[in-house]
């Protein structure tokens, strides 16, 4: 295959599906980042309410402090899920996604655009999140640079994991049995309102194995400057993890697995 009349990489192209993904959640705002920011205070209210100060420290930090990193987190990655998985889904139903397949964008640009648009609805679902609550909680932000770059490295596997999801289901009802018997108990079971030093020994050893668990505990990291992993690991587990997954859907766009057909 030789080099393309506009050259190796489709920068305008590229620059306009993202921009379509963009777009898809910021004029539906309040649907897309305001109610995340609503749903994570009321875990906080909850949780505050519930337990408050009887439960003791965990990590050396408060309770609802050592919490707030994780459900931030789980905030984050489902909407990033939910942003690429459900453009795909749409047009799939609604017979257009021959629309974005047709233009002269290669699998990776395409698996790029989708996941930019996660990513960013990603980081700014965590923005709103770390400026509402975080604040309110008396909670500031110890290492900000490790926050963000796991923030981004969790919108990033997320929205590929989405890409994969979305092509997998043809249906609405399957993306939504998608999300919440795999998604919602991932983001749940992997540390969110609890250090896994508490596990059994078995399931302590499974839940290492989840880059889920690495992304919770690298933003814990990054708020709190404590974690059960070292974040170099975390890093490592979820950059690969995210490799992983954008390969598969590169190779489901390039052969047009469930997608043509």
């Not at 397949?101 to 990776?108: A, D």
């Not at 999801?165 to 609405?172: D, E, H, T, V």
Request: with cysteine; proline share 4%; net charge positive.
């Amino acid at each position: 295959m030789g080099v393309r009349r506009f050259g190796r990489v489709n920068w305008l192209g590229l620059y306009t599906l993202a921009k379509r993904e963009v777009m898809r959640f910021v004029v539906v705002w309040t649907q897309t980042l305001l109610a995340p920011l609503v749903t994570a205070g009321l875990f906080i209210l909850i949780f505050s309410l519930a337990i408050g100060g009887q439960r003791g420290e965990v990590m050396g930090v408060s309770f609802l402090h050592f919490i707030a990193p994780g459900i931030l987190m789980m905030t984050v990655i489902q909407n990033a899920f939910a942003n690429t998985s459900s453009s795909i889904v749409i047009g799939k139903v609604q017979g257009n996604i021959v629309d974005t397949l047709m233009p002269p964008l290669s699998p990776l640009e395409l698996v790029l655009g989708y996941i930019i648009g996660g990513v960013l609805r990603g980081v700014l679902v965590a923005l709103a999140v770390t400026l509402v609550m975080f604040p309110v909680i008396g909670l500031s932000v110890a290492h900000p640079v490790w926050a963000l770059v796991f923030v981004v490295l969790g919108s990033a596997f997320l929205g590929a994991l989405g890409i994969v999801a979305a092509i997998i289901a043809q249906k609405f009802d399957q993306i939504a049995a998608i999300t919440n018997f795999i998604v919602v108990p991932l983001s749940f079971l992997s540390g969110t309102f609890y250090s896994i030093e508490a596990l059994p020994g078995w399931l302590n050893t499974i839940t290492h194995w989840n880059p889920v668990f690495y992304l919770i505990d690298g933003v814990r990291y990054g708020v709190l400057g404590v974690s059960d992993s070292s974040p170099w690991l975390g890093l490592c587990v979820a950059s690969g993890a995210i490799l992983a997954v954008m390969a598969l859907a590169w190779w489901w766009f390039k052969t047009g697995y469930r997608l043509k057909s």
